[in-house]
């Protein structure tokens, strides 16, 4: 599929349940754009998790780790109203073995990628919240 906002392609993948909270709506899954990194529900996702480097270097590729990853980048935009689930994804992320905020570093150094939030900005925000 691709993305209806910038056209690049996105990701489905089914949300494992302990992080469907962090989803709007009650879909099973969602779709992220791998250059703006929108997020989006998705009624009917694949079973396989895809590749989510495809996404950049700098998600994870441990799939314990990308998955929260990849959520909490999406919810990003929306700091301030997410701000319990992304915590959680943060938790998971490390976890998970991987340093989130490290992660979300080299993200935001990723020319391929084009957030439609301040990676940058974010990841201090972040940093206040924890």
């Known amino acids: 599929m691709t993305c209806p906002d910038c056209g690049a392609p996105t990701l489905a993948f089914t949300v494992p349940e302990q992080y469907r909270d962090a989803l709007p709506g009650d879909s099973g ?45 999406g919810l990003i935009p929306s700091l301030a109203t997410n701000r319990a689930e992304i915590s959680a994804l943060l938790t998971s992320v490390e976890r998970a073995g991987t340093d989130p905020l490290l ?8 020319s391929g990628v084009d957030a439609e939030a301040d990676l940058r900005t974010r990841r201090r925000q972040l940093e206040q919240l924890l």
């Open 103 to 110: 992660a979300l570093d080299r993200l935001a150094d990723d």
């Open 29 to 73: 899954g969602a779709e992220v754009c791998t250059r703006c990194l929108a997020l989006r529900p998705v009624a009917d996702p694949p079973a396989d998790l895809p590749d989510f480097t495809a996404i950049s270097d700098a998600v994870p590729s441990n799939d314990d780790a990308a998955v929260p990853f990849v959520l909490m980048v």
